[in-house]
């Protein structure tokens, strides 16, 4: 599966580098760590690897980074495994944890002791700190630095047989605490925790740092580019010093990129996990959350957010990408295939009174005005029907072409009403519309060609399914709510409404995560969770416009 992507400077490098014979193929790597559900940042790492290596014919690994044992999750590993699936992926027969290496990793580690290139530090955690110097400051030397390889080898062994307690020893790589490269002044490889690790269990109480295990793993799989963002850049030095002094038979190369940001939204996992634990949200799947779970129980197309990322673009320059931007290529992904239907999510009565109590007769309406194809579909047509409350102004405008008193409208695929009587509640509130219809004026039938300005949307009321609808905004109403102190204080209280809506009968058997238009309001499927079991449920997936466009440039630009 290919959308061809323009050629950004990590396509250039890696077509230099299948022309000039560097590599025969591309293999690269998605890997992330199992500590929370996928995000719409991780989709745009997912869709530049496998992309990548789908246009060249190449290979991807998904390699989960389990090297943190304790926060990380089996149900996590199976929700990113069905994301990557769903965004339209395969990883064929390459499935690897880092953990699959810790034997190769251990041993590693030994050659580096052996080349006298590390050294077991007995510094506790905040002397390291300590000793580690600033931005400004250069770091000290451990006065463990200069134990015997012979003696460092017995300590390791002894680490990685149980014998310390967890920090008590750390194994480090011996490079330059001088360096103004703080990733250099002697990086911890390995440090003890006694903890059991959800796949090889208890048969290790030492387990390797992120650097070290990421940079061989990648050279273990035979990874030409390893894709990653640009808070590694500084780590890219660190990544090479382990290439150059172990000489693995395969050298991939560390390549940086910008991290996606979309406005409204947060992509920290840390941050969406509190939105979880402190049910602000539903679930990891909440179709708030820019979660791709999330995104998937909205009804987000996949092909959507292929092209969105495809239009980010892949770039080194830090970005924070309109809301809009994405809601639009929603719009586009479902605008063909999705079929229109009637539903009334805030409804008001109306009488025909001029209409035979008992009498249906049978509407058609078409299921898409652009393409015929999709045919058409019966709708029932009544007595009393559901309107939309802001389809009725009492007090209207001159240019308010919908319904008002002695006004008249045409019904969708029906025909045209006039108001001539409306009903109030004791303390004012609009109840009912008592209306009368043209007989005449039926939709695709030769009688009369009168015509009307405004068409509306209507559901027979006898007819009609009661169904909750979801109406989802953004979870977040500041333009960048990464920044904010507490991001507690960006949520937007209005982000989830539901409504109880009336939906005319071809709706029963929407098919869950499948868009339908309803018409004039927005895209809409049948909601896949189960926090509501056997209710009729409904998502807002995206409106039919875009009320936030102006807003949302506005607050960017100022941004700056
Ligand atoms: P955390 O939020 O815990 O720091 P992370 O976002 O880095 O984690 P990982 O599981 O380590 O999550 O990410 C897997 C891969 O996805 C990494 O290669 C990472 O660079 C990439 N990635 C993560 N966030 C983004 C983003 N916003 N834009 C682009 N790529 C991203
Ligand atoms: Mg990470």
């Known amino acids: 599966m290919t959308d061809s992507a323009p050629r950004d400077f990590i396509r250039q490098i890696i077509h230099d580098d299948l022309e000039s014979g560097k590599h025969a193929g591309i293999v690269t790597r998605f890997p992330p760590e199992p500590n929370g559900y996928l995000h719409i940042g991780h989709v745009m790492s997912i869709c530049l690897n496998f992309g990548v290596a789908d246009e060249t014919g190449g290979r991807t690994y998904l390699r989960f980074d389990d090297t943190n044992p304790g926060r990380e999750d089996e149900e996590y590993v199976r929700a990113i495994k069905d994301d990557v699936r769903w965004l339209g992926f395969d990883w064929a027969d390459r499935l690897t944890h880092a953990s699959d290496y810790f034997g190769r990793l251990y041993e590693a580690a030994e050659t580096l002791i052996g080349l006298g290139l590390a050294y077991v530090d007995s510094l506790s955690a905040d002397e390291i700190r300590e000793f580690r110097g600033t931005l400004t400051e250069p770091g000290k030397d451990s006065p463990f630095r200069d134990r015997s390889v012979d003696e460092n080898l017995a300590l390791f062994r002894r680490m990685r047989a149980g014998e310390f307690g967890d920090g008590e020893l750390v194994l480090r790589a011996k490079i330059d605490m001088a360096s103004p490269n703080i990733n250099l002044r002697d990086p911890a490889l390995y440090r003890i925790r006694h903890v059991t690790h959800q796949t090889t269990g208890d048969a290790w109480c030492i387990y390797p740092m992120y650097d070290f295990a990421h940079t061989l793993s990648d050279a273990f799989e035979g990874i030409t580019h390893s894709l990653c963002t640009l808070e590694f850049e500084d780590h890219r030095p660190l990544y090479n010093w382990f290439l150059d002094v172990l000489q693995p038979p395969h050298r991939p190369r560390q390549i940086e990129f910008s991290r996606l940001n979309l406005a409204y939204t947060i992509t920290s996992k840390r941050k969406l996990n509190a939105l979880v634990t402190e049910k602000i949200v539903s679930g990891w799947d909440d179709p708030r959350m820019p979660t791709i779970a999330g ?259 506005q607050e960017l630009a100022g941004q700056g």
């Open 295 to 553: 995104m998937r129980r909205r009804g987000y197309p996949p092909t959507a957010l292929r092209d969105f990322v495809r239009r980010a673009g892949v770039t080194k320059k830090d970005k924070l990408i309109e809301m809009g931007m994405l809601e639009n290529c929603v719009r586009e992904a479902l605008g063909d295939p999705a079929p229109r239907r009637m539903a009334v999510l805030r409804p008001l009565r109306v009488v025909l009174t001029n209409y035979p109590e008992g009498q249906v007769e049978t509407v058609q309406a078409a299921n898409h005005p652009n393409d015929p194809s999709m045919g058409m579909r019966d709708v029932p047509f009544s007595r009393e029907l559901w309107i939309e409350q802001d389809d009725f102004m009492e007090d209207a405008p001159r240019k308010f072409f919908r319904l008002k008193p002695g006004g008249e409208v045409r019904l969708r695929a029906a025909y045209i009403i006039r108001c001539d009587e409306v009903v109030k509640d004791a303390d004012g509130n609009v109840t009912e519309l008592r209306c009368t219809y043209d007989a005449d004026t039926r939709s695709g039938e030769g009688g009369s060609d009168r015509k009307v300005k405004g068409t509306i949307h209507w559901v027979s009321a006898a007819h009609a399914i009661d169904a909750e609808v979801r109406l989802y905004d953004r979870l977040f109403n500041v333009a960048n709510p990464n920044t904010a102190d507490d991001f507690h204080e960006a949520l937007n209280p209005a982000s989830l409404e539901c409504v109880a809506a009336k939906l005319e009968p071809a709706l029963a058997d929407a098919e869950a995560g499948v868009a339908v238009q309803f018409e004039r309001l927005g895209y809409f499927c049948p909601d896949s969770g189960d926090d509501a079991p056997g209710a009729r449920v409904f998502n807002r997936i995206v409106t039919l416009r875009d009320s936030w466009a102006k807003l949302e440039k």
